[in-house]
């Protein structure tokens, strides 16, 4: 049992989700999610790009936060191209790196249309072997080699790149299917394929383009476990992510709970569900994009029922009609909201309205100060988010207000 495979979860909200179109996170946004991911007992959060350049404060405060215990346990890993030369430029920016997936794409698509005779199967696999020696000699504890457009990389290839990665030190391999072309039962066997023929756990990264996200990454992550390695399935909040989207994080983990079949397999135990409903809605808040009703878990209809038969047999037994209870999510409390009168700190705030704000989430400041240099914080806060703070957000900003500072900072 010791020795039993286990299933981690990768968020990479940060990073898949925040390089999706329309949608975006301000840096407080992006911390705000580490914590919570951290709080809900996630292995890793993919916490952004260290070669872009408005991220390296945010970057480096958050790593900050990492050695303060804050965010602990949780990882924070860096997204990079696999060359050499953007490894060596992220450890200068951001020297306290730990963590990182350096990705490259293995298709025959992609390494002829894309790189355009810049790249070959061979150079692909020095670039990558390369840039992984390199993070390694710069302090890299964990590495994930991304193989981009797996699902579409011939598998003799995928096998050969990946024995490369594992021999130049990385630890895991991350099967990306970049364009959501998989089914549960391909992927199945291709990641059973890579794992046997390489001997290394998998990272599983799938996208929504058809509709087969979460089940793909169960039937991924279950092939791994099948072969005796570790998998790590990536996810976002929400679904959020290129296109259609990544897997969403709260799915994904109630599959590998209830799904048919899935009770031998071993989810992290670290991961816990009562977070859940509060970092789906501050994502909603935060992304700008509500939560659909019928959304697994989350949505309004989720535990809601209706026609006779369904309503009749969930109140004579909640387990009739519910696969799982909505108390494990961190739902059933009421929501308070107020209908009066409600002053709100912003970008504009005096110090007067900020006192009000301050007093209603019972914190006190020590004396004048302290509370006007918090105030200016908050003003900061409230122009990078764009529309009110909510209560976390005001007392981080409060509890740290020199990470918060490092963390507005941005120098173009
Ligand atoms: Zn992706």
Redesign the pocket.
């Known amino acids: 049992m010791a020795n039993k495979p286990k299933i981690y979860i990768i968020d990479?909200t940060n990073r898949?989700g925040v390089q999706t179109s329309r949608i975006c996170l301000s840096k407080l946004e992006k911390t705000m999610m580490n914590l919570y991911l951290n709080e809900m007992g996630i292995f890793q959060s993919e916490f952004g790009f260290p070669l872009t350049r408005h991220e390296t404060n945010y970057l480096n405060a958050n790593l900050e936060l990492v050695k303060k215990g804050v965010l602990s346990p949780i990882r924070l890993g860096g997204w990079l191209r696999a060359t050499q030369g953007d490894v060596r430029a992220a450890f200068k920016l951001v020297p306290n790196l730990k963590h990182l997936n350096l990705s490259i794409s293995t298709s025959d698509q992609m390494i002829t249309h894309k790189f355009k005779g810049k790249l070959n199967h061979q150079s692909v696999i020095k670039e990558m072997t390369q840039a992984v020696k390199e993070a390694r000699k710069l302090g890299a504890e964990s590495i994930g080699v991304n193989a981009e457009d797996a699902s579409r990389t011939r598998m003799d290839y995928l096998i050969e790149f990946s024995r490369a990665a594992k021999e130049a030190g990385a630890h895991r391999v991350r099967y990306?299917d970049?364009l959501g072309c998989d089914t549960p039962f391909t992927i199945y066997e291709r990641i059973k394929r890579l794992c046997q023929g390489v001997k290394i756990p998998a990272e599983i990264?799938c996208?929504n383009d058809l509709g087969l996200v979460v089940a793909n990454s169960i039937a991924g992550a279950k092939a791994a476990c099948d072969c005796g390695y570790d998998a790590y399935i990536?996810t976002c909040i929400n679904g959020m992510?290129?296109r259609a989207g990544?897997a969403d994080l709260v799915s994904v983990i109630l599959a590998i709970k209830y799904g048919s079949g899935m009770q031998d397999y071993r989810l992290d135990e670290r991961v816990g569900l009562k977070m859940a409903y509060k970092i789906g809605k501050y994502a909603s808040y935060a992304f700008g994009v509500p939560i659909p009703i019928n959304q697994p878990g989350l949505g309004a209809n989720a535990f809601a029922h209706e026609s006779g038969i369904h309503a009749d047999g969930a109140l004579k037994d909640r387990r009739n009609y519910e696969l799982y209870d909505f108390e494990e999510l961190g739902r059933g409390e009421p929501e308070i909201v107020e209908t009066g009168r409600k002053i709100t700190a912003g970008e504009y705030s005096g110090i007067k309205g900020f006192r009000n704000v301050y007093e209603k989430l019972e914190v006190v400041f020590r004396d004048d100060q302290e509370a006007t240099q918090i105030l200016e914080l908050v003003r900061y806060a409230n122009v990078h988010n764009q529309k009110p703070l909510v209560d976390d957000e005001l007392k981080f900003i409060a509890k740290y207000p020199d990470i918060a500072r490092k963390i507005f900072q941005m120098n173009p």
């Open positions: 990479v898949d990306c970049t990264h996208h990536n992510g290129e990544n």
